[in-house]
Each structure stands twice: as C-alpha cells, then as structure tokens.
C-alpha cells in the first residue's frame, strides 16, 4: 500500500489538467486545421459539456479538495482569479462563470473563423 500526499497528487492532477486543455487549444488556435484540429475541438466540446454536467470544472473540483484550497483555487483560471484579486477583490462565483461563458463564445467565434477561412480558401 503506497500513500501519495495529497498535495503531490493534487499537482500530478492539475498537470494533467493543464495538459488536456493545453494542447487541443494550441491545436485550435495555430495548428493546420487536420484531423487533429477536429479532435481538439471535439475535446473542447466535451470540456464544456462536462463543465455544465458537473456545474463547473471536476478536476478544479478534484484538485480544490487535494489542495485543500476552496476559495482561491481556480484551476488553470488561478492566474486570472488572482489578477482579478488585485484588481477589484476576491472574484465571485457568478464573475467565473460569465467569464466561462465569454471564453467559450471567443473561441467559438475564432474556430468558426478559422474553419470559414480554410473553406473558402479553398473554394477560390
């Protein structure tokens, strides 16, 4: 029997979440528009599926419990939530989910770009 400490596994978790979302989103945002690009953005699709599922990020969820930090730990959103601090005060729960949904409508609308731009690309 092996006992991890939580803090450790919490970060061996939040690498894991920076990995999922790093990669499909440099995929999105400079890769060619491949295969790959479309199971990018099939994962980001799922993200957010899973995000109104769970009522926000499980593994955020997973890593606040690890971190045994539930009021200024936001996942990959940290560094945001702590300009956020800075700036006007510890970020409410309502501020990250319009911020959720802002982030999730400009890449939406740039993959939309990006894919309307390969198409007629093409068509010329």
């Known amino acids: 029997h092996i006992e991890i400490k939580s803090s450790i596994l919490g970060f061996i978790i939040f690498t894991f979440h920076w990995f999922i979302l790093s990669l499909p989103l440099i995929t999105i945002l400079v890769g060619k528009i491949n295969w790959k690009f479309w199971i990018s953005c099939c994962i980001w699709i799922l993200i957010y599926i899973l995000h109104f599922y769970f009522n926000g990020c499980i593994l955020t969820k997973i890593e606040r ?17 702590q300009l956020i601090s800075l ?33 007629l690309q093409f068509k010329i």
């Open 87 to 119: 700036l006007k005060g510890n970020p409410t729960k309502e501020l990250m989910i319009n911020i959720f949904y802002c982030w999730g409508i400009l890449l939406s609308i740039f993959t939309f770009i990006r894919i309307l731009y390969y198409t």
């Open 65 to 81: 419990r690890l971190f045994n930090d539930k009021e200024k730990w936001y996942g990959p959103w940290t560094p945001v939530t």
